[in-house]
C-alpha cells in the first residue's frame, strides 16, 4: 500500500512539474502580474514608545494639537507615500499611524525619563485613514537623534486582509545611520535602503518634503 501511495505522489509531482506556469496562474487564480512581486518593506521594532494614551488630537499634523496657535519647534517636514501590496496595488482601506519624539528627543511617553523638557505643542502621534488611492501624507517634524538612535519615525501600517506592518523610517545623510543597530540589523544595504528617505527643500515652501512609499507584505484579492 506504501509503495503504491508513494507512487502516487511521485506521479502528482510529475505531473506538476510537467504543467506550464500558465496552466498553474489559471488553475491557482494566481494573476500574471505576480510573477514580478515587489520587495516589502522591511518591519522594524515597534519600540517602547507607541502612546499609552493617545494625544487630545489624532489627525496626520504633528505639528500643532487641535487648534492650538502654538506650533511644535522644529523643522517642518511634509511626508508623504502610497501604500500598496507586494502586487503594486493598493488595499481598499488601510490605516498609517506614526510617532516620534520632539525636536528635543523627547517622546510624549511615560517611560521616557530624560530630563529634557517636553515640548507640550508638538503632536508626537497622528494617524492618516488612506482611501482607495493608497495615498497618505503628514505634517510633522525632521526627526532628531536621540541617546543610542539615529533620527527615525515610528509608522504602523494595518488594515483588512493583511498582517500589520511595523517599521521605522529614516533620514537620507544622517551620520548615526551607519551605527544605529535597528536600522543594521537589516543586513541588505538595498532592503535597509527602501527605509531611508530624502527628506528635500522645495522652493517656495517652508518645509522640507519626503516620498515614503511602504508595500505590505501580502498579495490582496482587490
Ligand atoms: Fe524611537
Redesign the pocket.
Known amino acids: 500500500m506504501k509503495n503504491v501511495t508513494d507512487s502516487a505522489r511521485r506521479n502528482t509531482i510529475k505531473h506538476l512539474l510537467s504543467v506550464p506556469i500558465a496552466a498553474v496562474v489559471a488553475a491557482t487564480g494566481l494573476r500574471p502580474a505576480q510573477a514580478g512581486l515587489l520587495v516589502p518593506t522591511p518591519m522594524q521594532s515597534r519600540?517602547p514608545?507607541y502612546p499609552t494614551e493617545y494625544p487630545a488630537d489624532t489627525d496626520n499634523d504633528l505639528l500643532k494639537i487641535g487648534e492650538s496657535a502654538s506650533l511644535a519647534q522644529g523643522r517642518a517636514v511634509r511626508l508623504s507615500g502610497k501604500i500598496v501590496d507586494r502586487a503594486g496595488r493598493s488595499p481598499r482601506e488601510a490605516v498609517v499611524e506614526i510617532w516620534q519624539?520632539d525636536a528635543q528627543g523627547r517622546y510624549r511617553h511615560p517611560w521616557d525619563r530624560r530630563s529634557t523638557p517636553l515640548d507640550t505643542a508638538f503632536q508626537g502621534y497622528g494617524r492618516y485613514r488612506v482611501g482607495a488611492d493608497g495615498n497618505y501624507w503628514f505634517r510633522t517634524i525632521k526627526p532628531v537623534p536621540y541617546p543610542g538612535?539615529t533620527p527615525?519615525i515610528?509608522f504602523l501600517i494595518r488594515g483588512p486582509g493583511f498582517e500589520p506592518l511595523v517599521t521605522q523610517m529614516y533620514v537620507h545623510g544622517e551620520a548615526d545611520n551607519d551605527r544605529d543597530g535597528i536600522l543594521n540589523s537589516i543586513r541588505d544595504p538595498q532592503r535597509r535602503a527602501q527605509l531611508i528617505v530624502d527628506l528635500k527643500s522645495i522652493a517656495g515652501s517652508v518645509e522640507l518634503h519626503g516620498r515614503f512609499d511602504i508595500i505590505i507584505d501580502a498579495v490582496l484579492g482587490v
Open positions: 519600540g514608545f519624539c538612535r527615525h515610528h
